[in-house]
């Protein structure tokens, strides 16, 4: 602080104001790869080739067939707010092109050594311009095919702050092929070529115009699995493939929006979708998918960000209600179909009974609950299985069942009355039975204990699994039949930094080629599992798809995966004895946290009990 006196107000220096300015636009190779593209796009290109270097760090060179610019458009086309796209403000209402701002190309020209070499087809000649960190040379005519090739070395060379937050190459790489799969979905009729250190990663497939591929972003072992949506109203029109309940995702990358073939990132439509998945998957597992939503423009507005993967909708509650029912209209379906057919099939399967838990329902044997739910208990039932508090805000009808709900909430049990507790002394405990066959239910001399069965069979594998891992005692299993499963190639470009991690779980893995990993070993747990496949996959996802986690962090993500798969599940019925011997080792292992922090056990204080009841 020293100089802070000799401070006065000055106007920045050009290249510095666009630099600052450039953070905007150019976040990181991808982005830059992103601009270009849609550049691209908008030229009317067929063809749109992708070479990098080091991540895009050295070399981004984006090459297409499009119609190229004229000599003096191209003088411009590197200036601030230079665009031929749109004009005045009210275009700014119906935006069809994806550039419109104009500051890509000069963003990019004031970080990095930018060399774009034009051609029009009317022309004999390119035109090639050059400019290093904003500094800007001469014009110059060469020879080049009829197209525009732009070429970016150097990013952020001269920018330190910026070039430290670069992460290393393979991970920037994952970046940019992720952005030309995301196209070459939302323009299947145009063809894509990424090309990295002079290896293919990704080339597309062509396809009609307006038709829907997946696989892309998807892989194309799930893609024959996908259900269709389809939905329409006057001016919002849904087309999609989504995954069935059984082909279902640990992580929430695999679901992908776009609006008029635009990808954008909205947490409204993935709360809809969510919403709609609610009841056919489980907790801390995801849908895949692909939605397309095509509208008028007027009904939204990508302006919000000068990155426009965000947009605001005019009547969100309309796209909210739309998606939702669609899918879960089509999930329900789906779930009618398999149903019929399993139910043929079981006709005389007496395992079924096992289904009967009318006996395990404390609440219900003591008379919280009547047999058969009256009126008003069955429409607040539907509710809650239902509706979001998103919709609750939006209809007012729901909300008002929502007040009746919280009423017989509050009557039934004020929650929060519930404390965390650890359980200390099991002597004293005991054990009533289990609620909903999930929850363990026992008392002691001064409260009612709840104990999510599942989360504390979890944090007591979770500590044993970590231990055996940090020990090396892994004990893994060969598989009689490798596993072959289908990576990006740019994912399976990881295996080499990720070995280490997978020695260390029992996971023998290595490349097989053609965009596949083949799996020789796993870790025991898993060898049971009917499912097992899944199961390699996740962990496999967790380690090439994180690479920013610390080798310790993902050795503990993957204990954690491994012993949620391995608890007891919630809804398993569990015989006295197999909670008495939970208990035990609840307090054995002290465990009071399942390894995502939730708790493991919740009490019911007598006190408050006697509060509630108001005496
Ligand atoms: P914007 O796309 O928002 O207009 P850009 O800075 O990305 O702004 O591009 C400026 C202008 O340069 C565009 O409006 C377009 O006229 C021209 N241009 C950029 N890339 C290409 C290309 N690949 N082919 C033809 N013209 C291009
Ligand atoms: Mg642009």
Known sequence: MKDKQHRSIHILPKEVASQIAAGEVVERPASVVKELIENSIDADAQVIQVEVKN??????????????????????????????????????????????RGEALSSIASVSRLTITTRQKQSDNAWKIQVEFGREKDVEAVGAPVGTQVKVEDLFLEIPARKKFLKRDSTEL???????????????????ELISSNKEIFRSLLE?????????????????????????????????YISPPDEIRFNTKNFYFFINRRPIKSPLLWRATMDAYKGFIQKGSYPAGVIFIEVDPFLVDVNVHPSKQEVRFDEPERFYRLLYHSIKERLELNSKEVFLISEDKNKNDSSKKNYDHSDTNILEKIGFFEKEPSPIYKEIEINRHDSSSYIEVLCKEESKLKGESKKLDAFLLDTSSLKERPIGNLENLEILGQLANSFIICTDKDGLYLIDQHAAHEAILFKRIFDQIKNSQIVKQQLLIPEVLEYPLELIARLNEAKEVFKKVGLDVSDFGQGHIIVHSVPQILIKDKAIKNSVKKLLDLVLDNPHLSKELLLREIAASLACHSAIKAGQRLHKEEIRKLLEEIVQEKVHHCPHGRPIALKLDLDDLYKGFKR
Do not use: W
């Not at 940019?176 to 894509?192: D, G, K, M, Y």
């Not at 307006?210 to 799930?222: A, H, Q, R, W």
């Open 174 to 192: 994952s970046h940019i092929a992720h952005v030309v799969r995301l196209f070459a979905t939302a323009h299947p009729e145009i063809r894509f």
């Open 55 to 100: 991540g895009g760090k050295s070399l981004i060179n984006v090459i297409d067939d499009g119609i190229g610019m004229s000599k003096s458009d191209l003088e411009l086309c590197v200036k601030p707010h230079a665009t031929s796209k749109i004009l005045t403000t009210e275009d700014l209402e119906h935006i069809y092109t994806f550039g419109f």
């Open 208 to 240: 009609p115009k307006g038709s829907l591929v997946v696989s892309p972003l998807l892989g194309t072992e799930i893609a024959s699995k996908l259900i269709e949506i389809r939905a329409q109203t006057d001016n919002i029109n849904i087309l999609g």
